[in-house]
């Protein structure tokens, strides 16, 4: 859906090459009250920040939540909506309202049809080894791919 995908920009009519990279809780970095969504566009980074409140408005209005896989597919659907829309002007932050938050999750879950139907996150490449993706911890004595 909108973890990785192609929307093209309104202006120059140039594809851009969409792909979320990570979910960051903005109060550890930058002292905000918000979630940063990160994107790759075109290999550029891109921020998408979400407001936290719209976790405790989305589950205060129907009583559900937004899980992290939700939480990347609605600031992909905002970015996309941005690209093609004009909105985008190449900014490295985009900042979403609670409303827009809300919107979005609700068109999100309405295309998947239910949230298990959302995709896993991180976008693996299928012809990838895991001891490609795998790390070792300080104090670790083997890898999770070596077990493999």
């Known amino acids: 859906m909108y973890e990785d ?6 202006w120059t009519g140039e594809p851009q090459h969409c792909v979320w990279k990570g979910t960051v809780v903005a109060i550890a970095t930058r002292h905000a009250d918000a979630t940063d969504i990160r994107f790759a566009v075109n290999g550029r980074p891109l921020w998408v920040a979400m407001p936290n409140m719209a976790w405790v408005e989305q589950k205060r209005r129907n009583g559900k939540v937004i899980t992290d896989y939700l939480a990347a597919q609605i600031a992909g ?10 909105y985008d002007n190449g900014r490295e932050m985009y900042t979403m309202t609670v409303d827009e938050v809300l919107d ?3 068109a999100v879950v309405k295309e998947a049809g239910r949230t298990d139907n959302l995709p896993s996150l991180p976008v693996i490449n299928q012809d990838t080894h895991p001891s490609e993706l795998d790390f070792k911890l300080p104090g670790e004595p083997r890898t999770v791919a070596e077990t493999i």
């Open 77 to 86: 659907r905002y970015l996309k909506h941005a690209i093609e829309s004009g």
């Open 104 to 106: 979005h999750a609700a």
């Open 5 to 10: 995908f192609v929307a093209t920009d309104r």
